[in-house]
């Protein structure tokens, strides 16, 4: 079982300061880190994987733990994430390796005006790649995970959201999300690729 290390910052920081200030994890093998800001109704924060491996990183719910938002972030890259009241930000180092994570709060969301949209169901669910090989997968729009053997990855996505198979540079849709899944499903990644294979 990962082992777990809470995080919990009491007081306003320089994080809102002038200038953008990094604050920096390692994350041992197996274990998860927690940040919270409980005097804070949210905050926005951007990301940096500093590591060779892909880090969990998932917006969780203050009160039952259950995902609102979940995907993998590459090594070497860069997220903005938005940490709604209630939730607190959660790291997750699944390798038996450290991981470097680095982190700095931001004013606003993302410096774009929000638009007022209809609302679109969300699935939130666990991608599971239960074979000895890796799966290279597009989500559109949302990340490109790389399901390494045996490994399970947690993913929150609207209603018509598509997922496909990158098999040699050529996409195979093997997924697009319906109401039909189950929030906490746990989808066997091999089992969709056959059935999208064999209808080909």
Request: hydrophobic share 40%; net charge positive.
């Amino acid at each position: 079982m990962n082992k777990l290390v809470l995080v919990c910052f009491l007081s306003f920081s320089a994080a809102f300061g002038q200038k953008e200030a990094r604050s920096l994890l390692v994350i041992p093998p197996k274990q998860v880190v927690q940040i919270n800001y409980p005097l804070y109704k949210g905050f926005n924060v951007k990301i940096w994987n500093e590591s060779k491996f892909v880090v969990g990183v998932s917006a969780r719910d203050q009160v039952t733990d259950s995902i609102v938002k979940s995907f993998g972030l590459e090594k070497g890259a860069t997220t903005l994430l938005e940490v709604n009241e209630g939730l607190f930000l959660q790291f997750e180092n699944r390798f038996l390796a450290p991981i470097k994570v680095a982190y700095a709060l931001r004013k606003g969301s993302s410096g774009k005006k929000k638009s007022i949209k209809p609302l679109t169901p969300q699935r939130a669910f666990y991608l599971e790649n239960n074979t000895a090989q890796s799966l290279p997968l597009r989500i559109p729009g949302v990340m490109n995970p790389n399901l390494t053997p045996f490994s399970r990855s947690g993913v929150d996505l609207p209603n018509g959201q598509k997922i496909y198979l990158d098999l040699k540079g050529k996409k195979i849709l093997i997924l697009t999300v319906t109401d039909s899944i189950p929030h906490g499903a746990r989808i066997d990644v091999a089992t969709l690729i056959e059935k999208a294979l064999n209808q080909e």
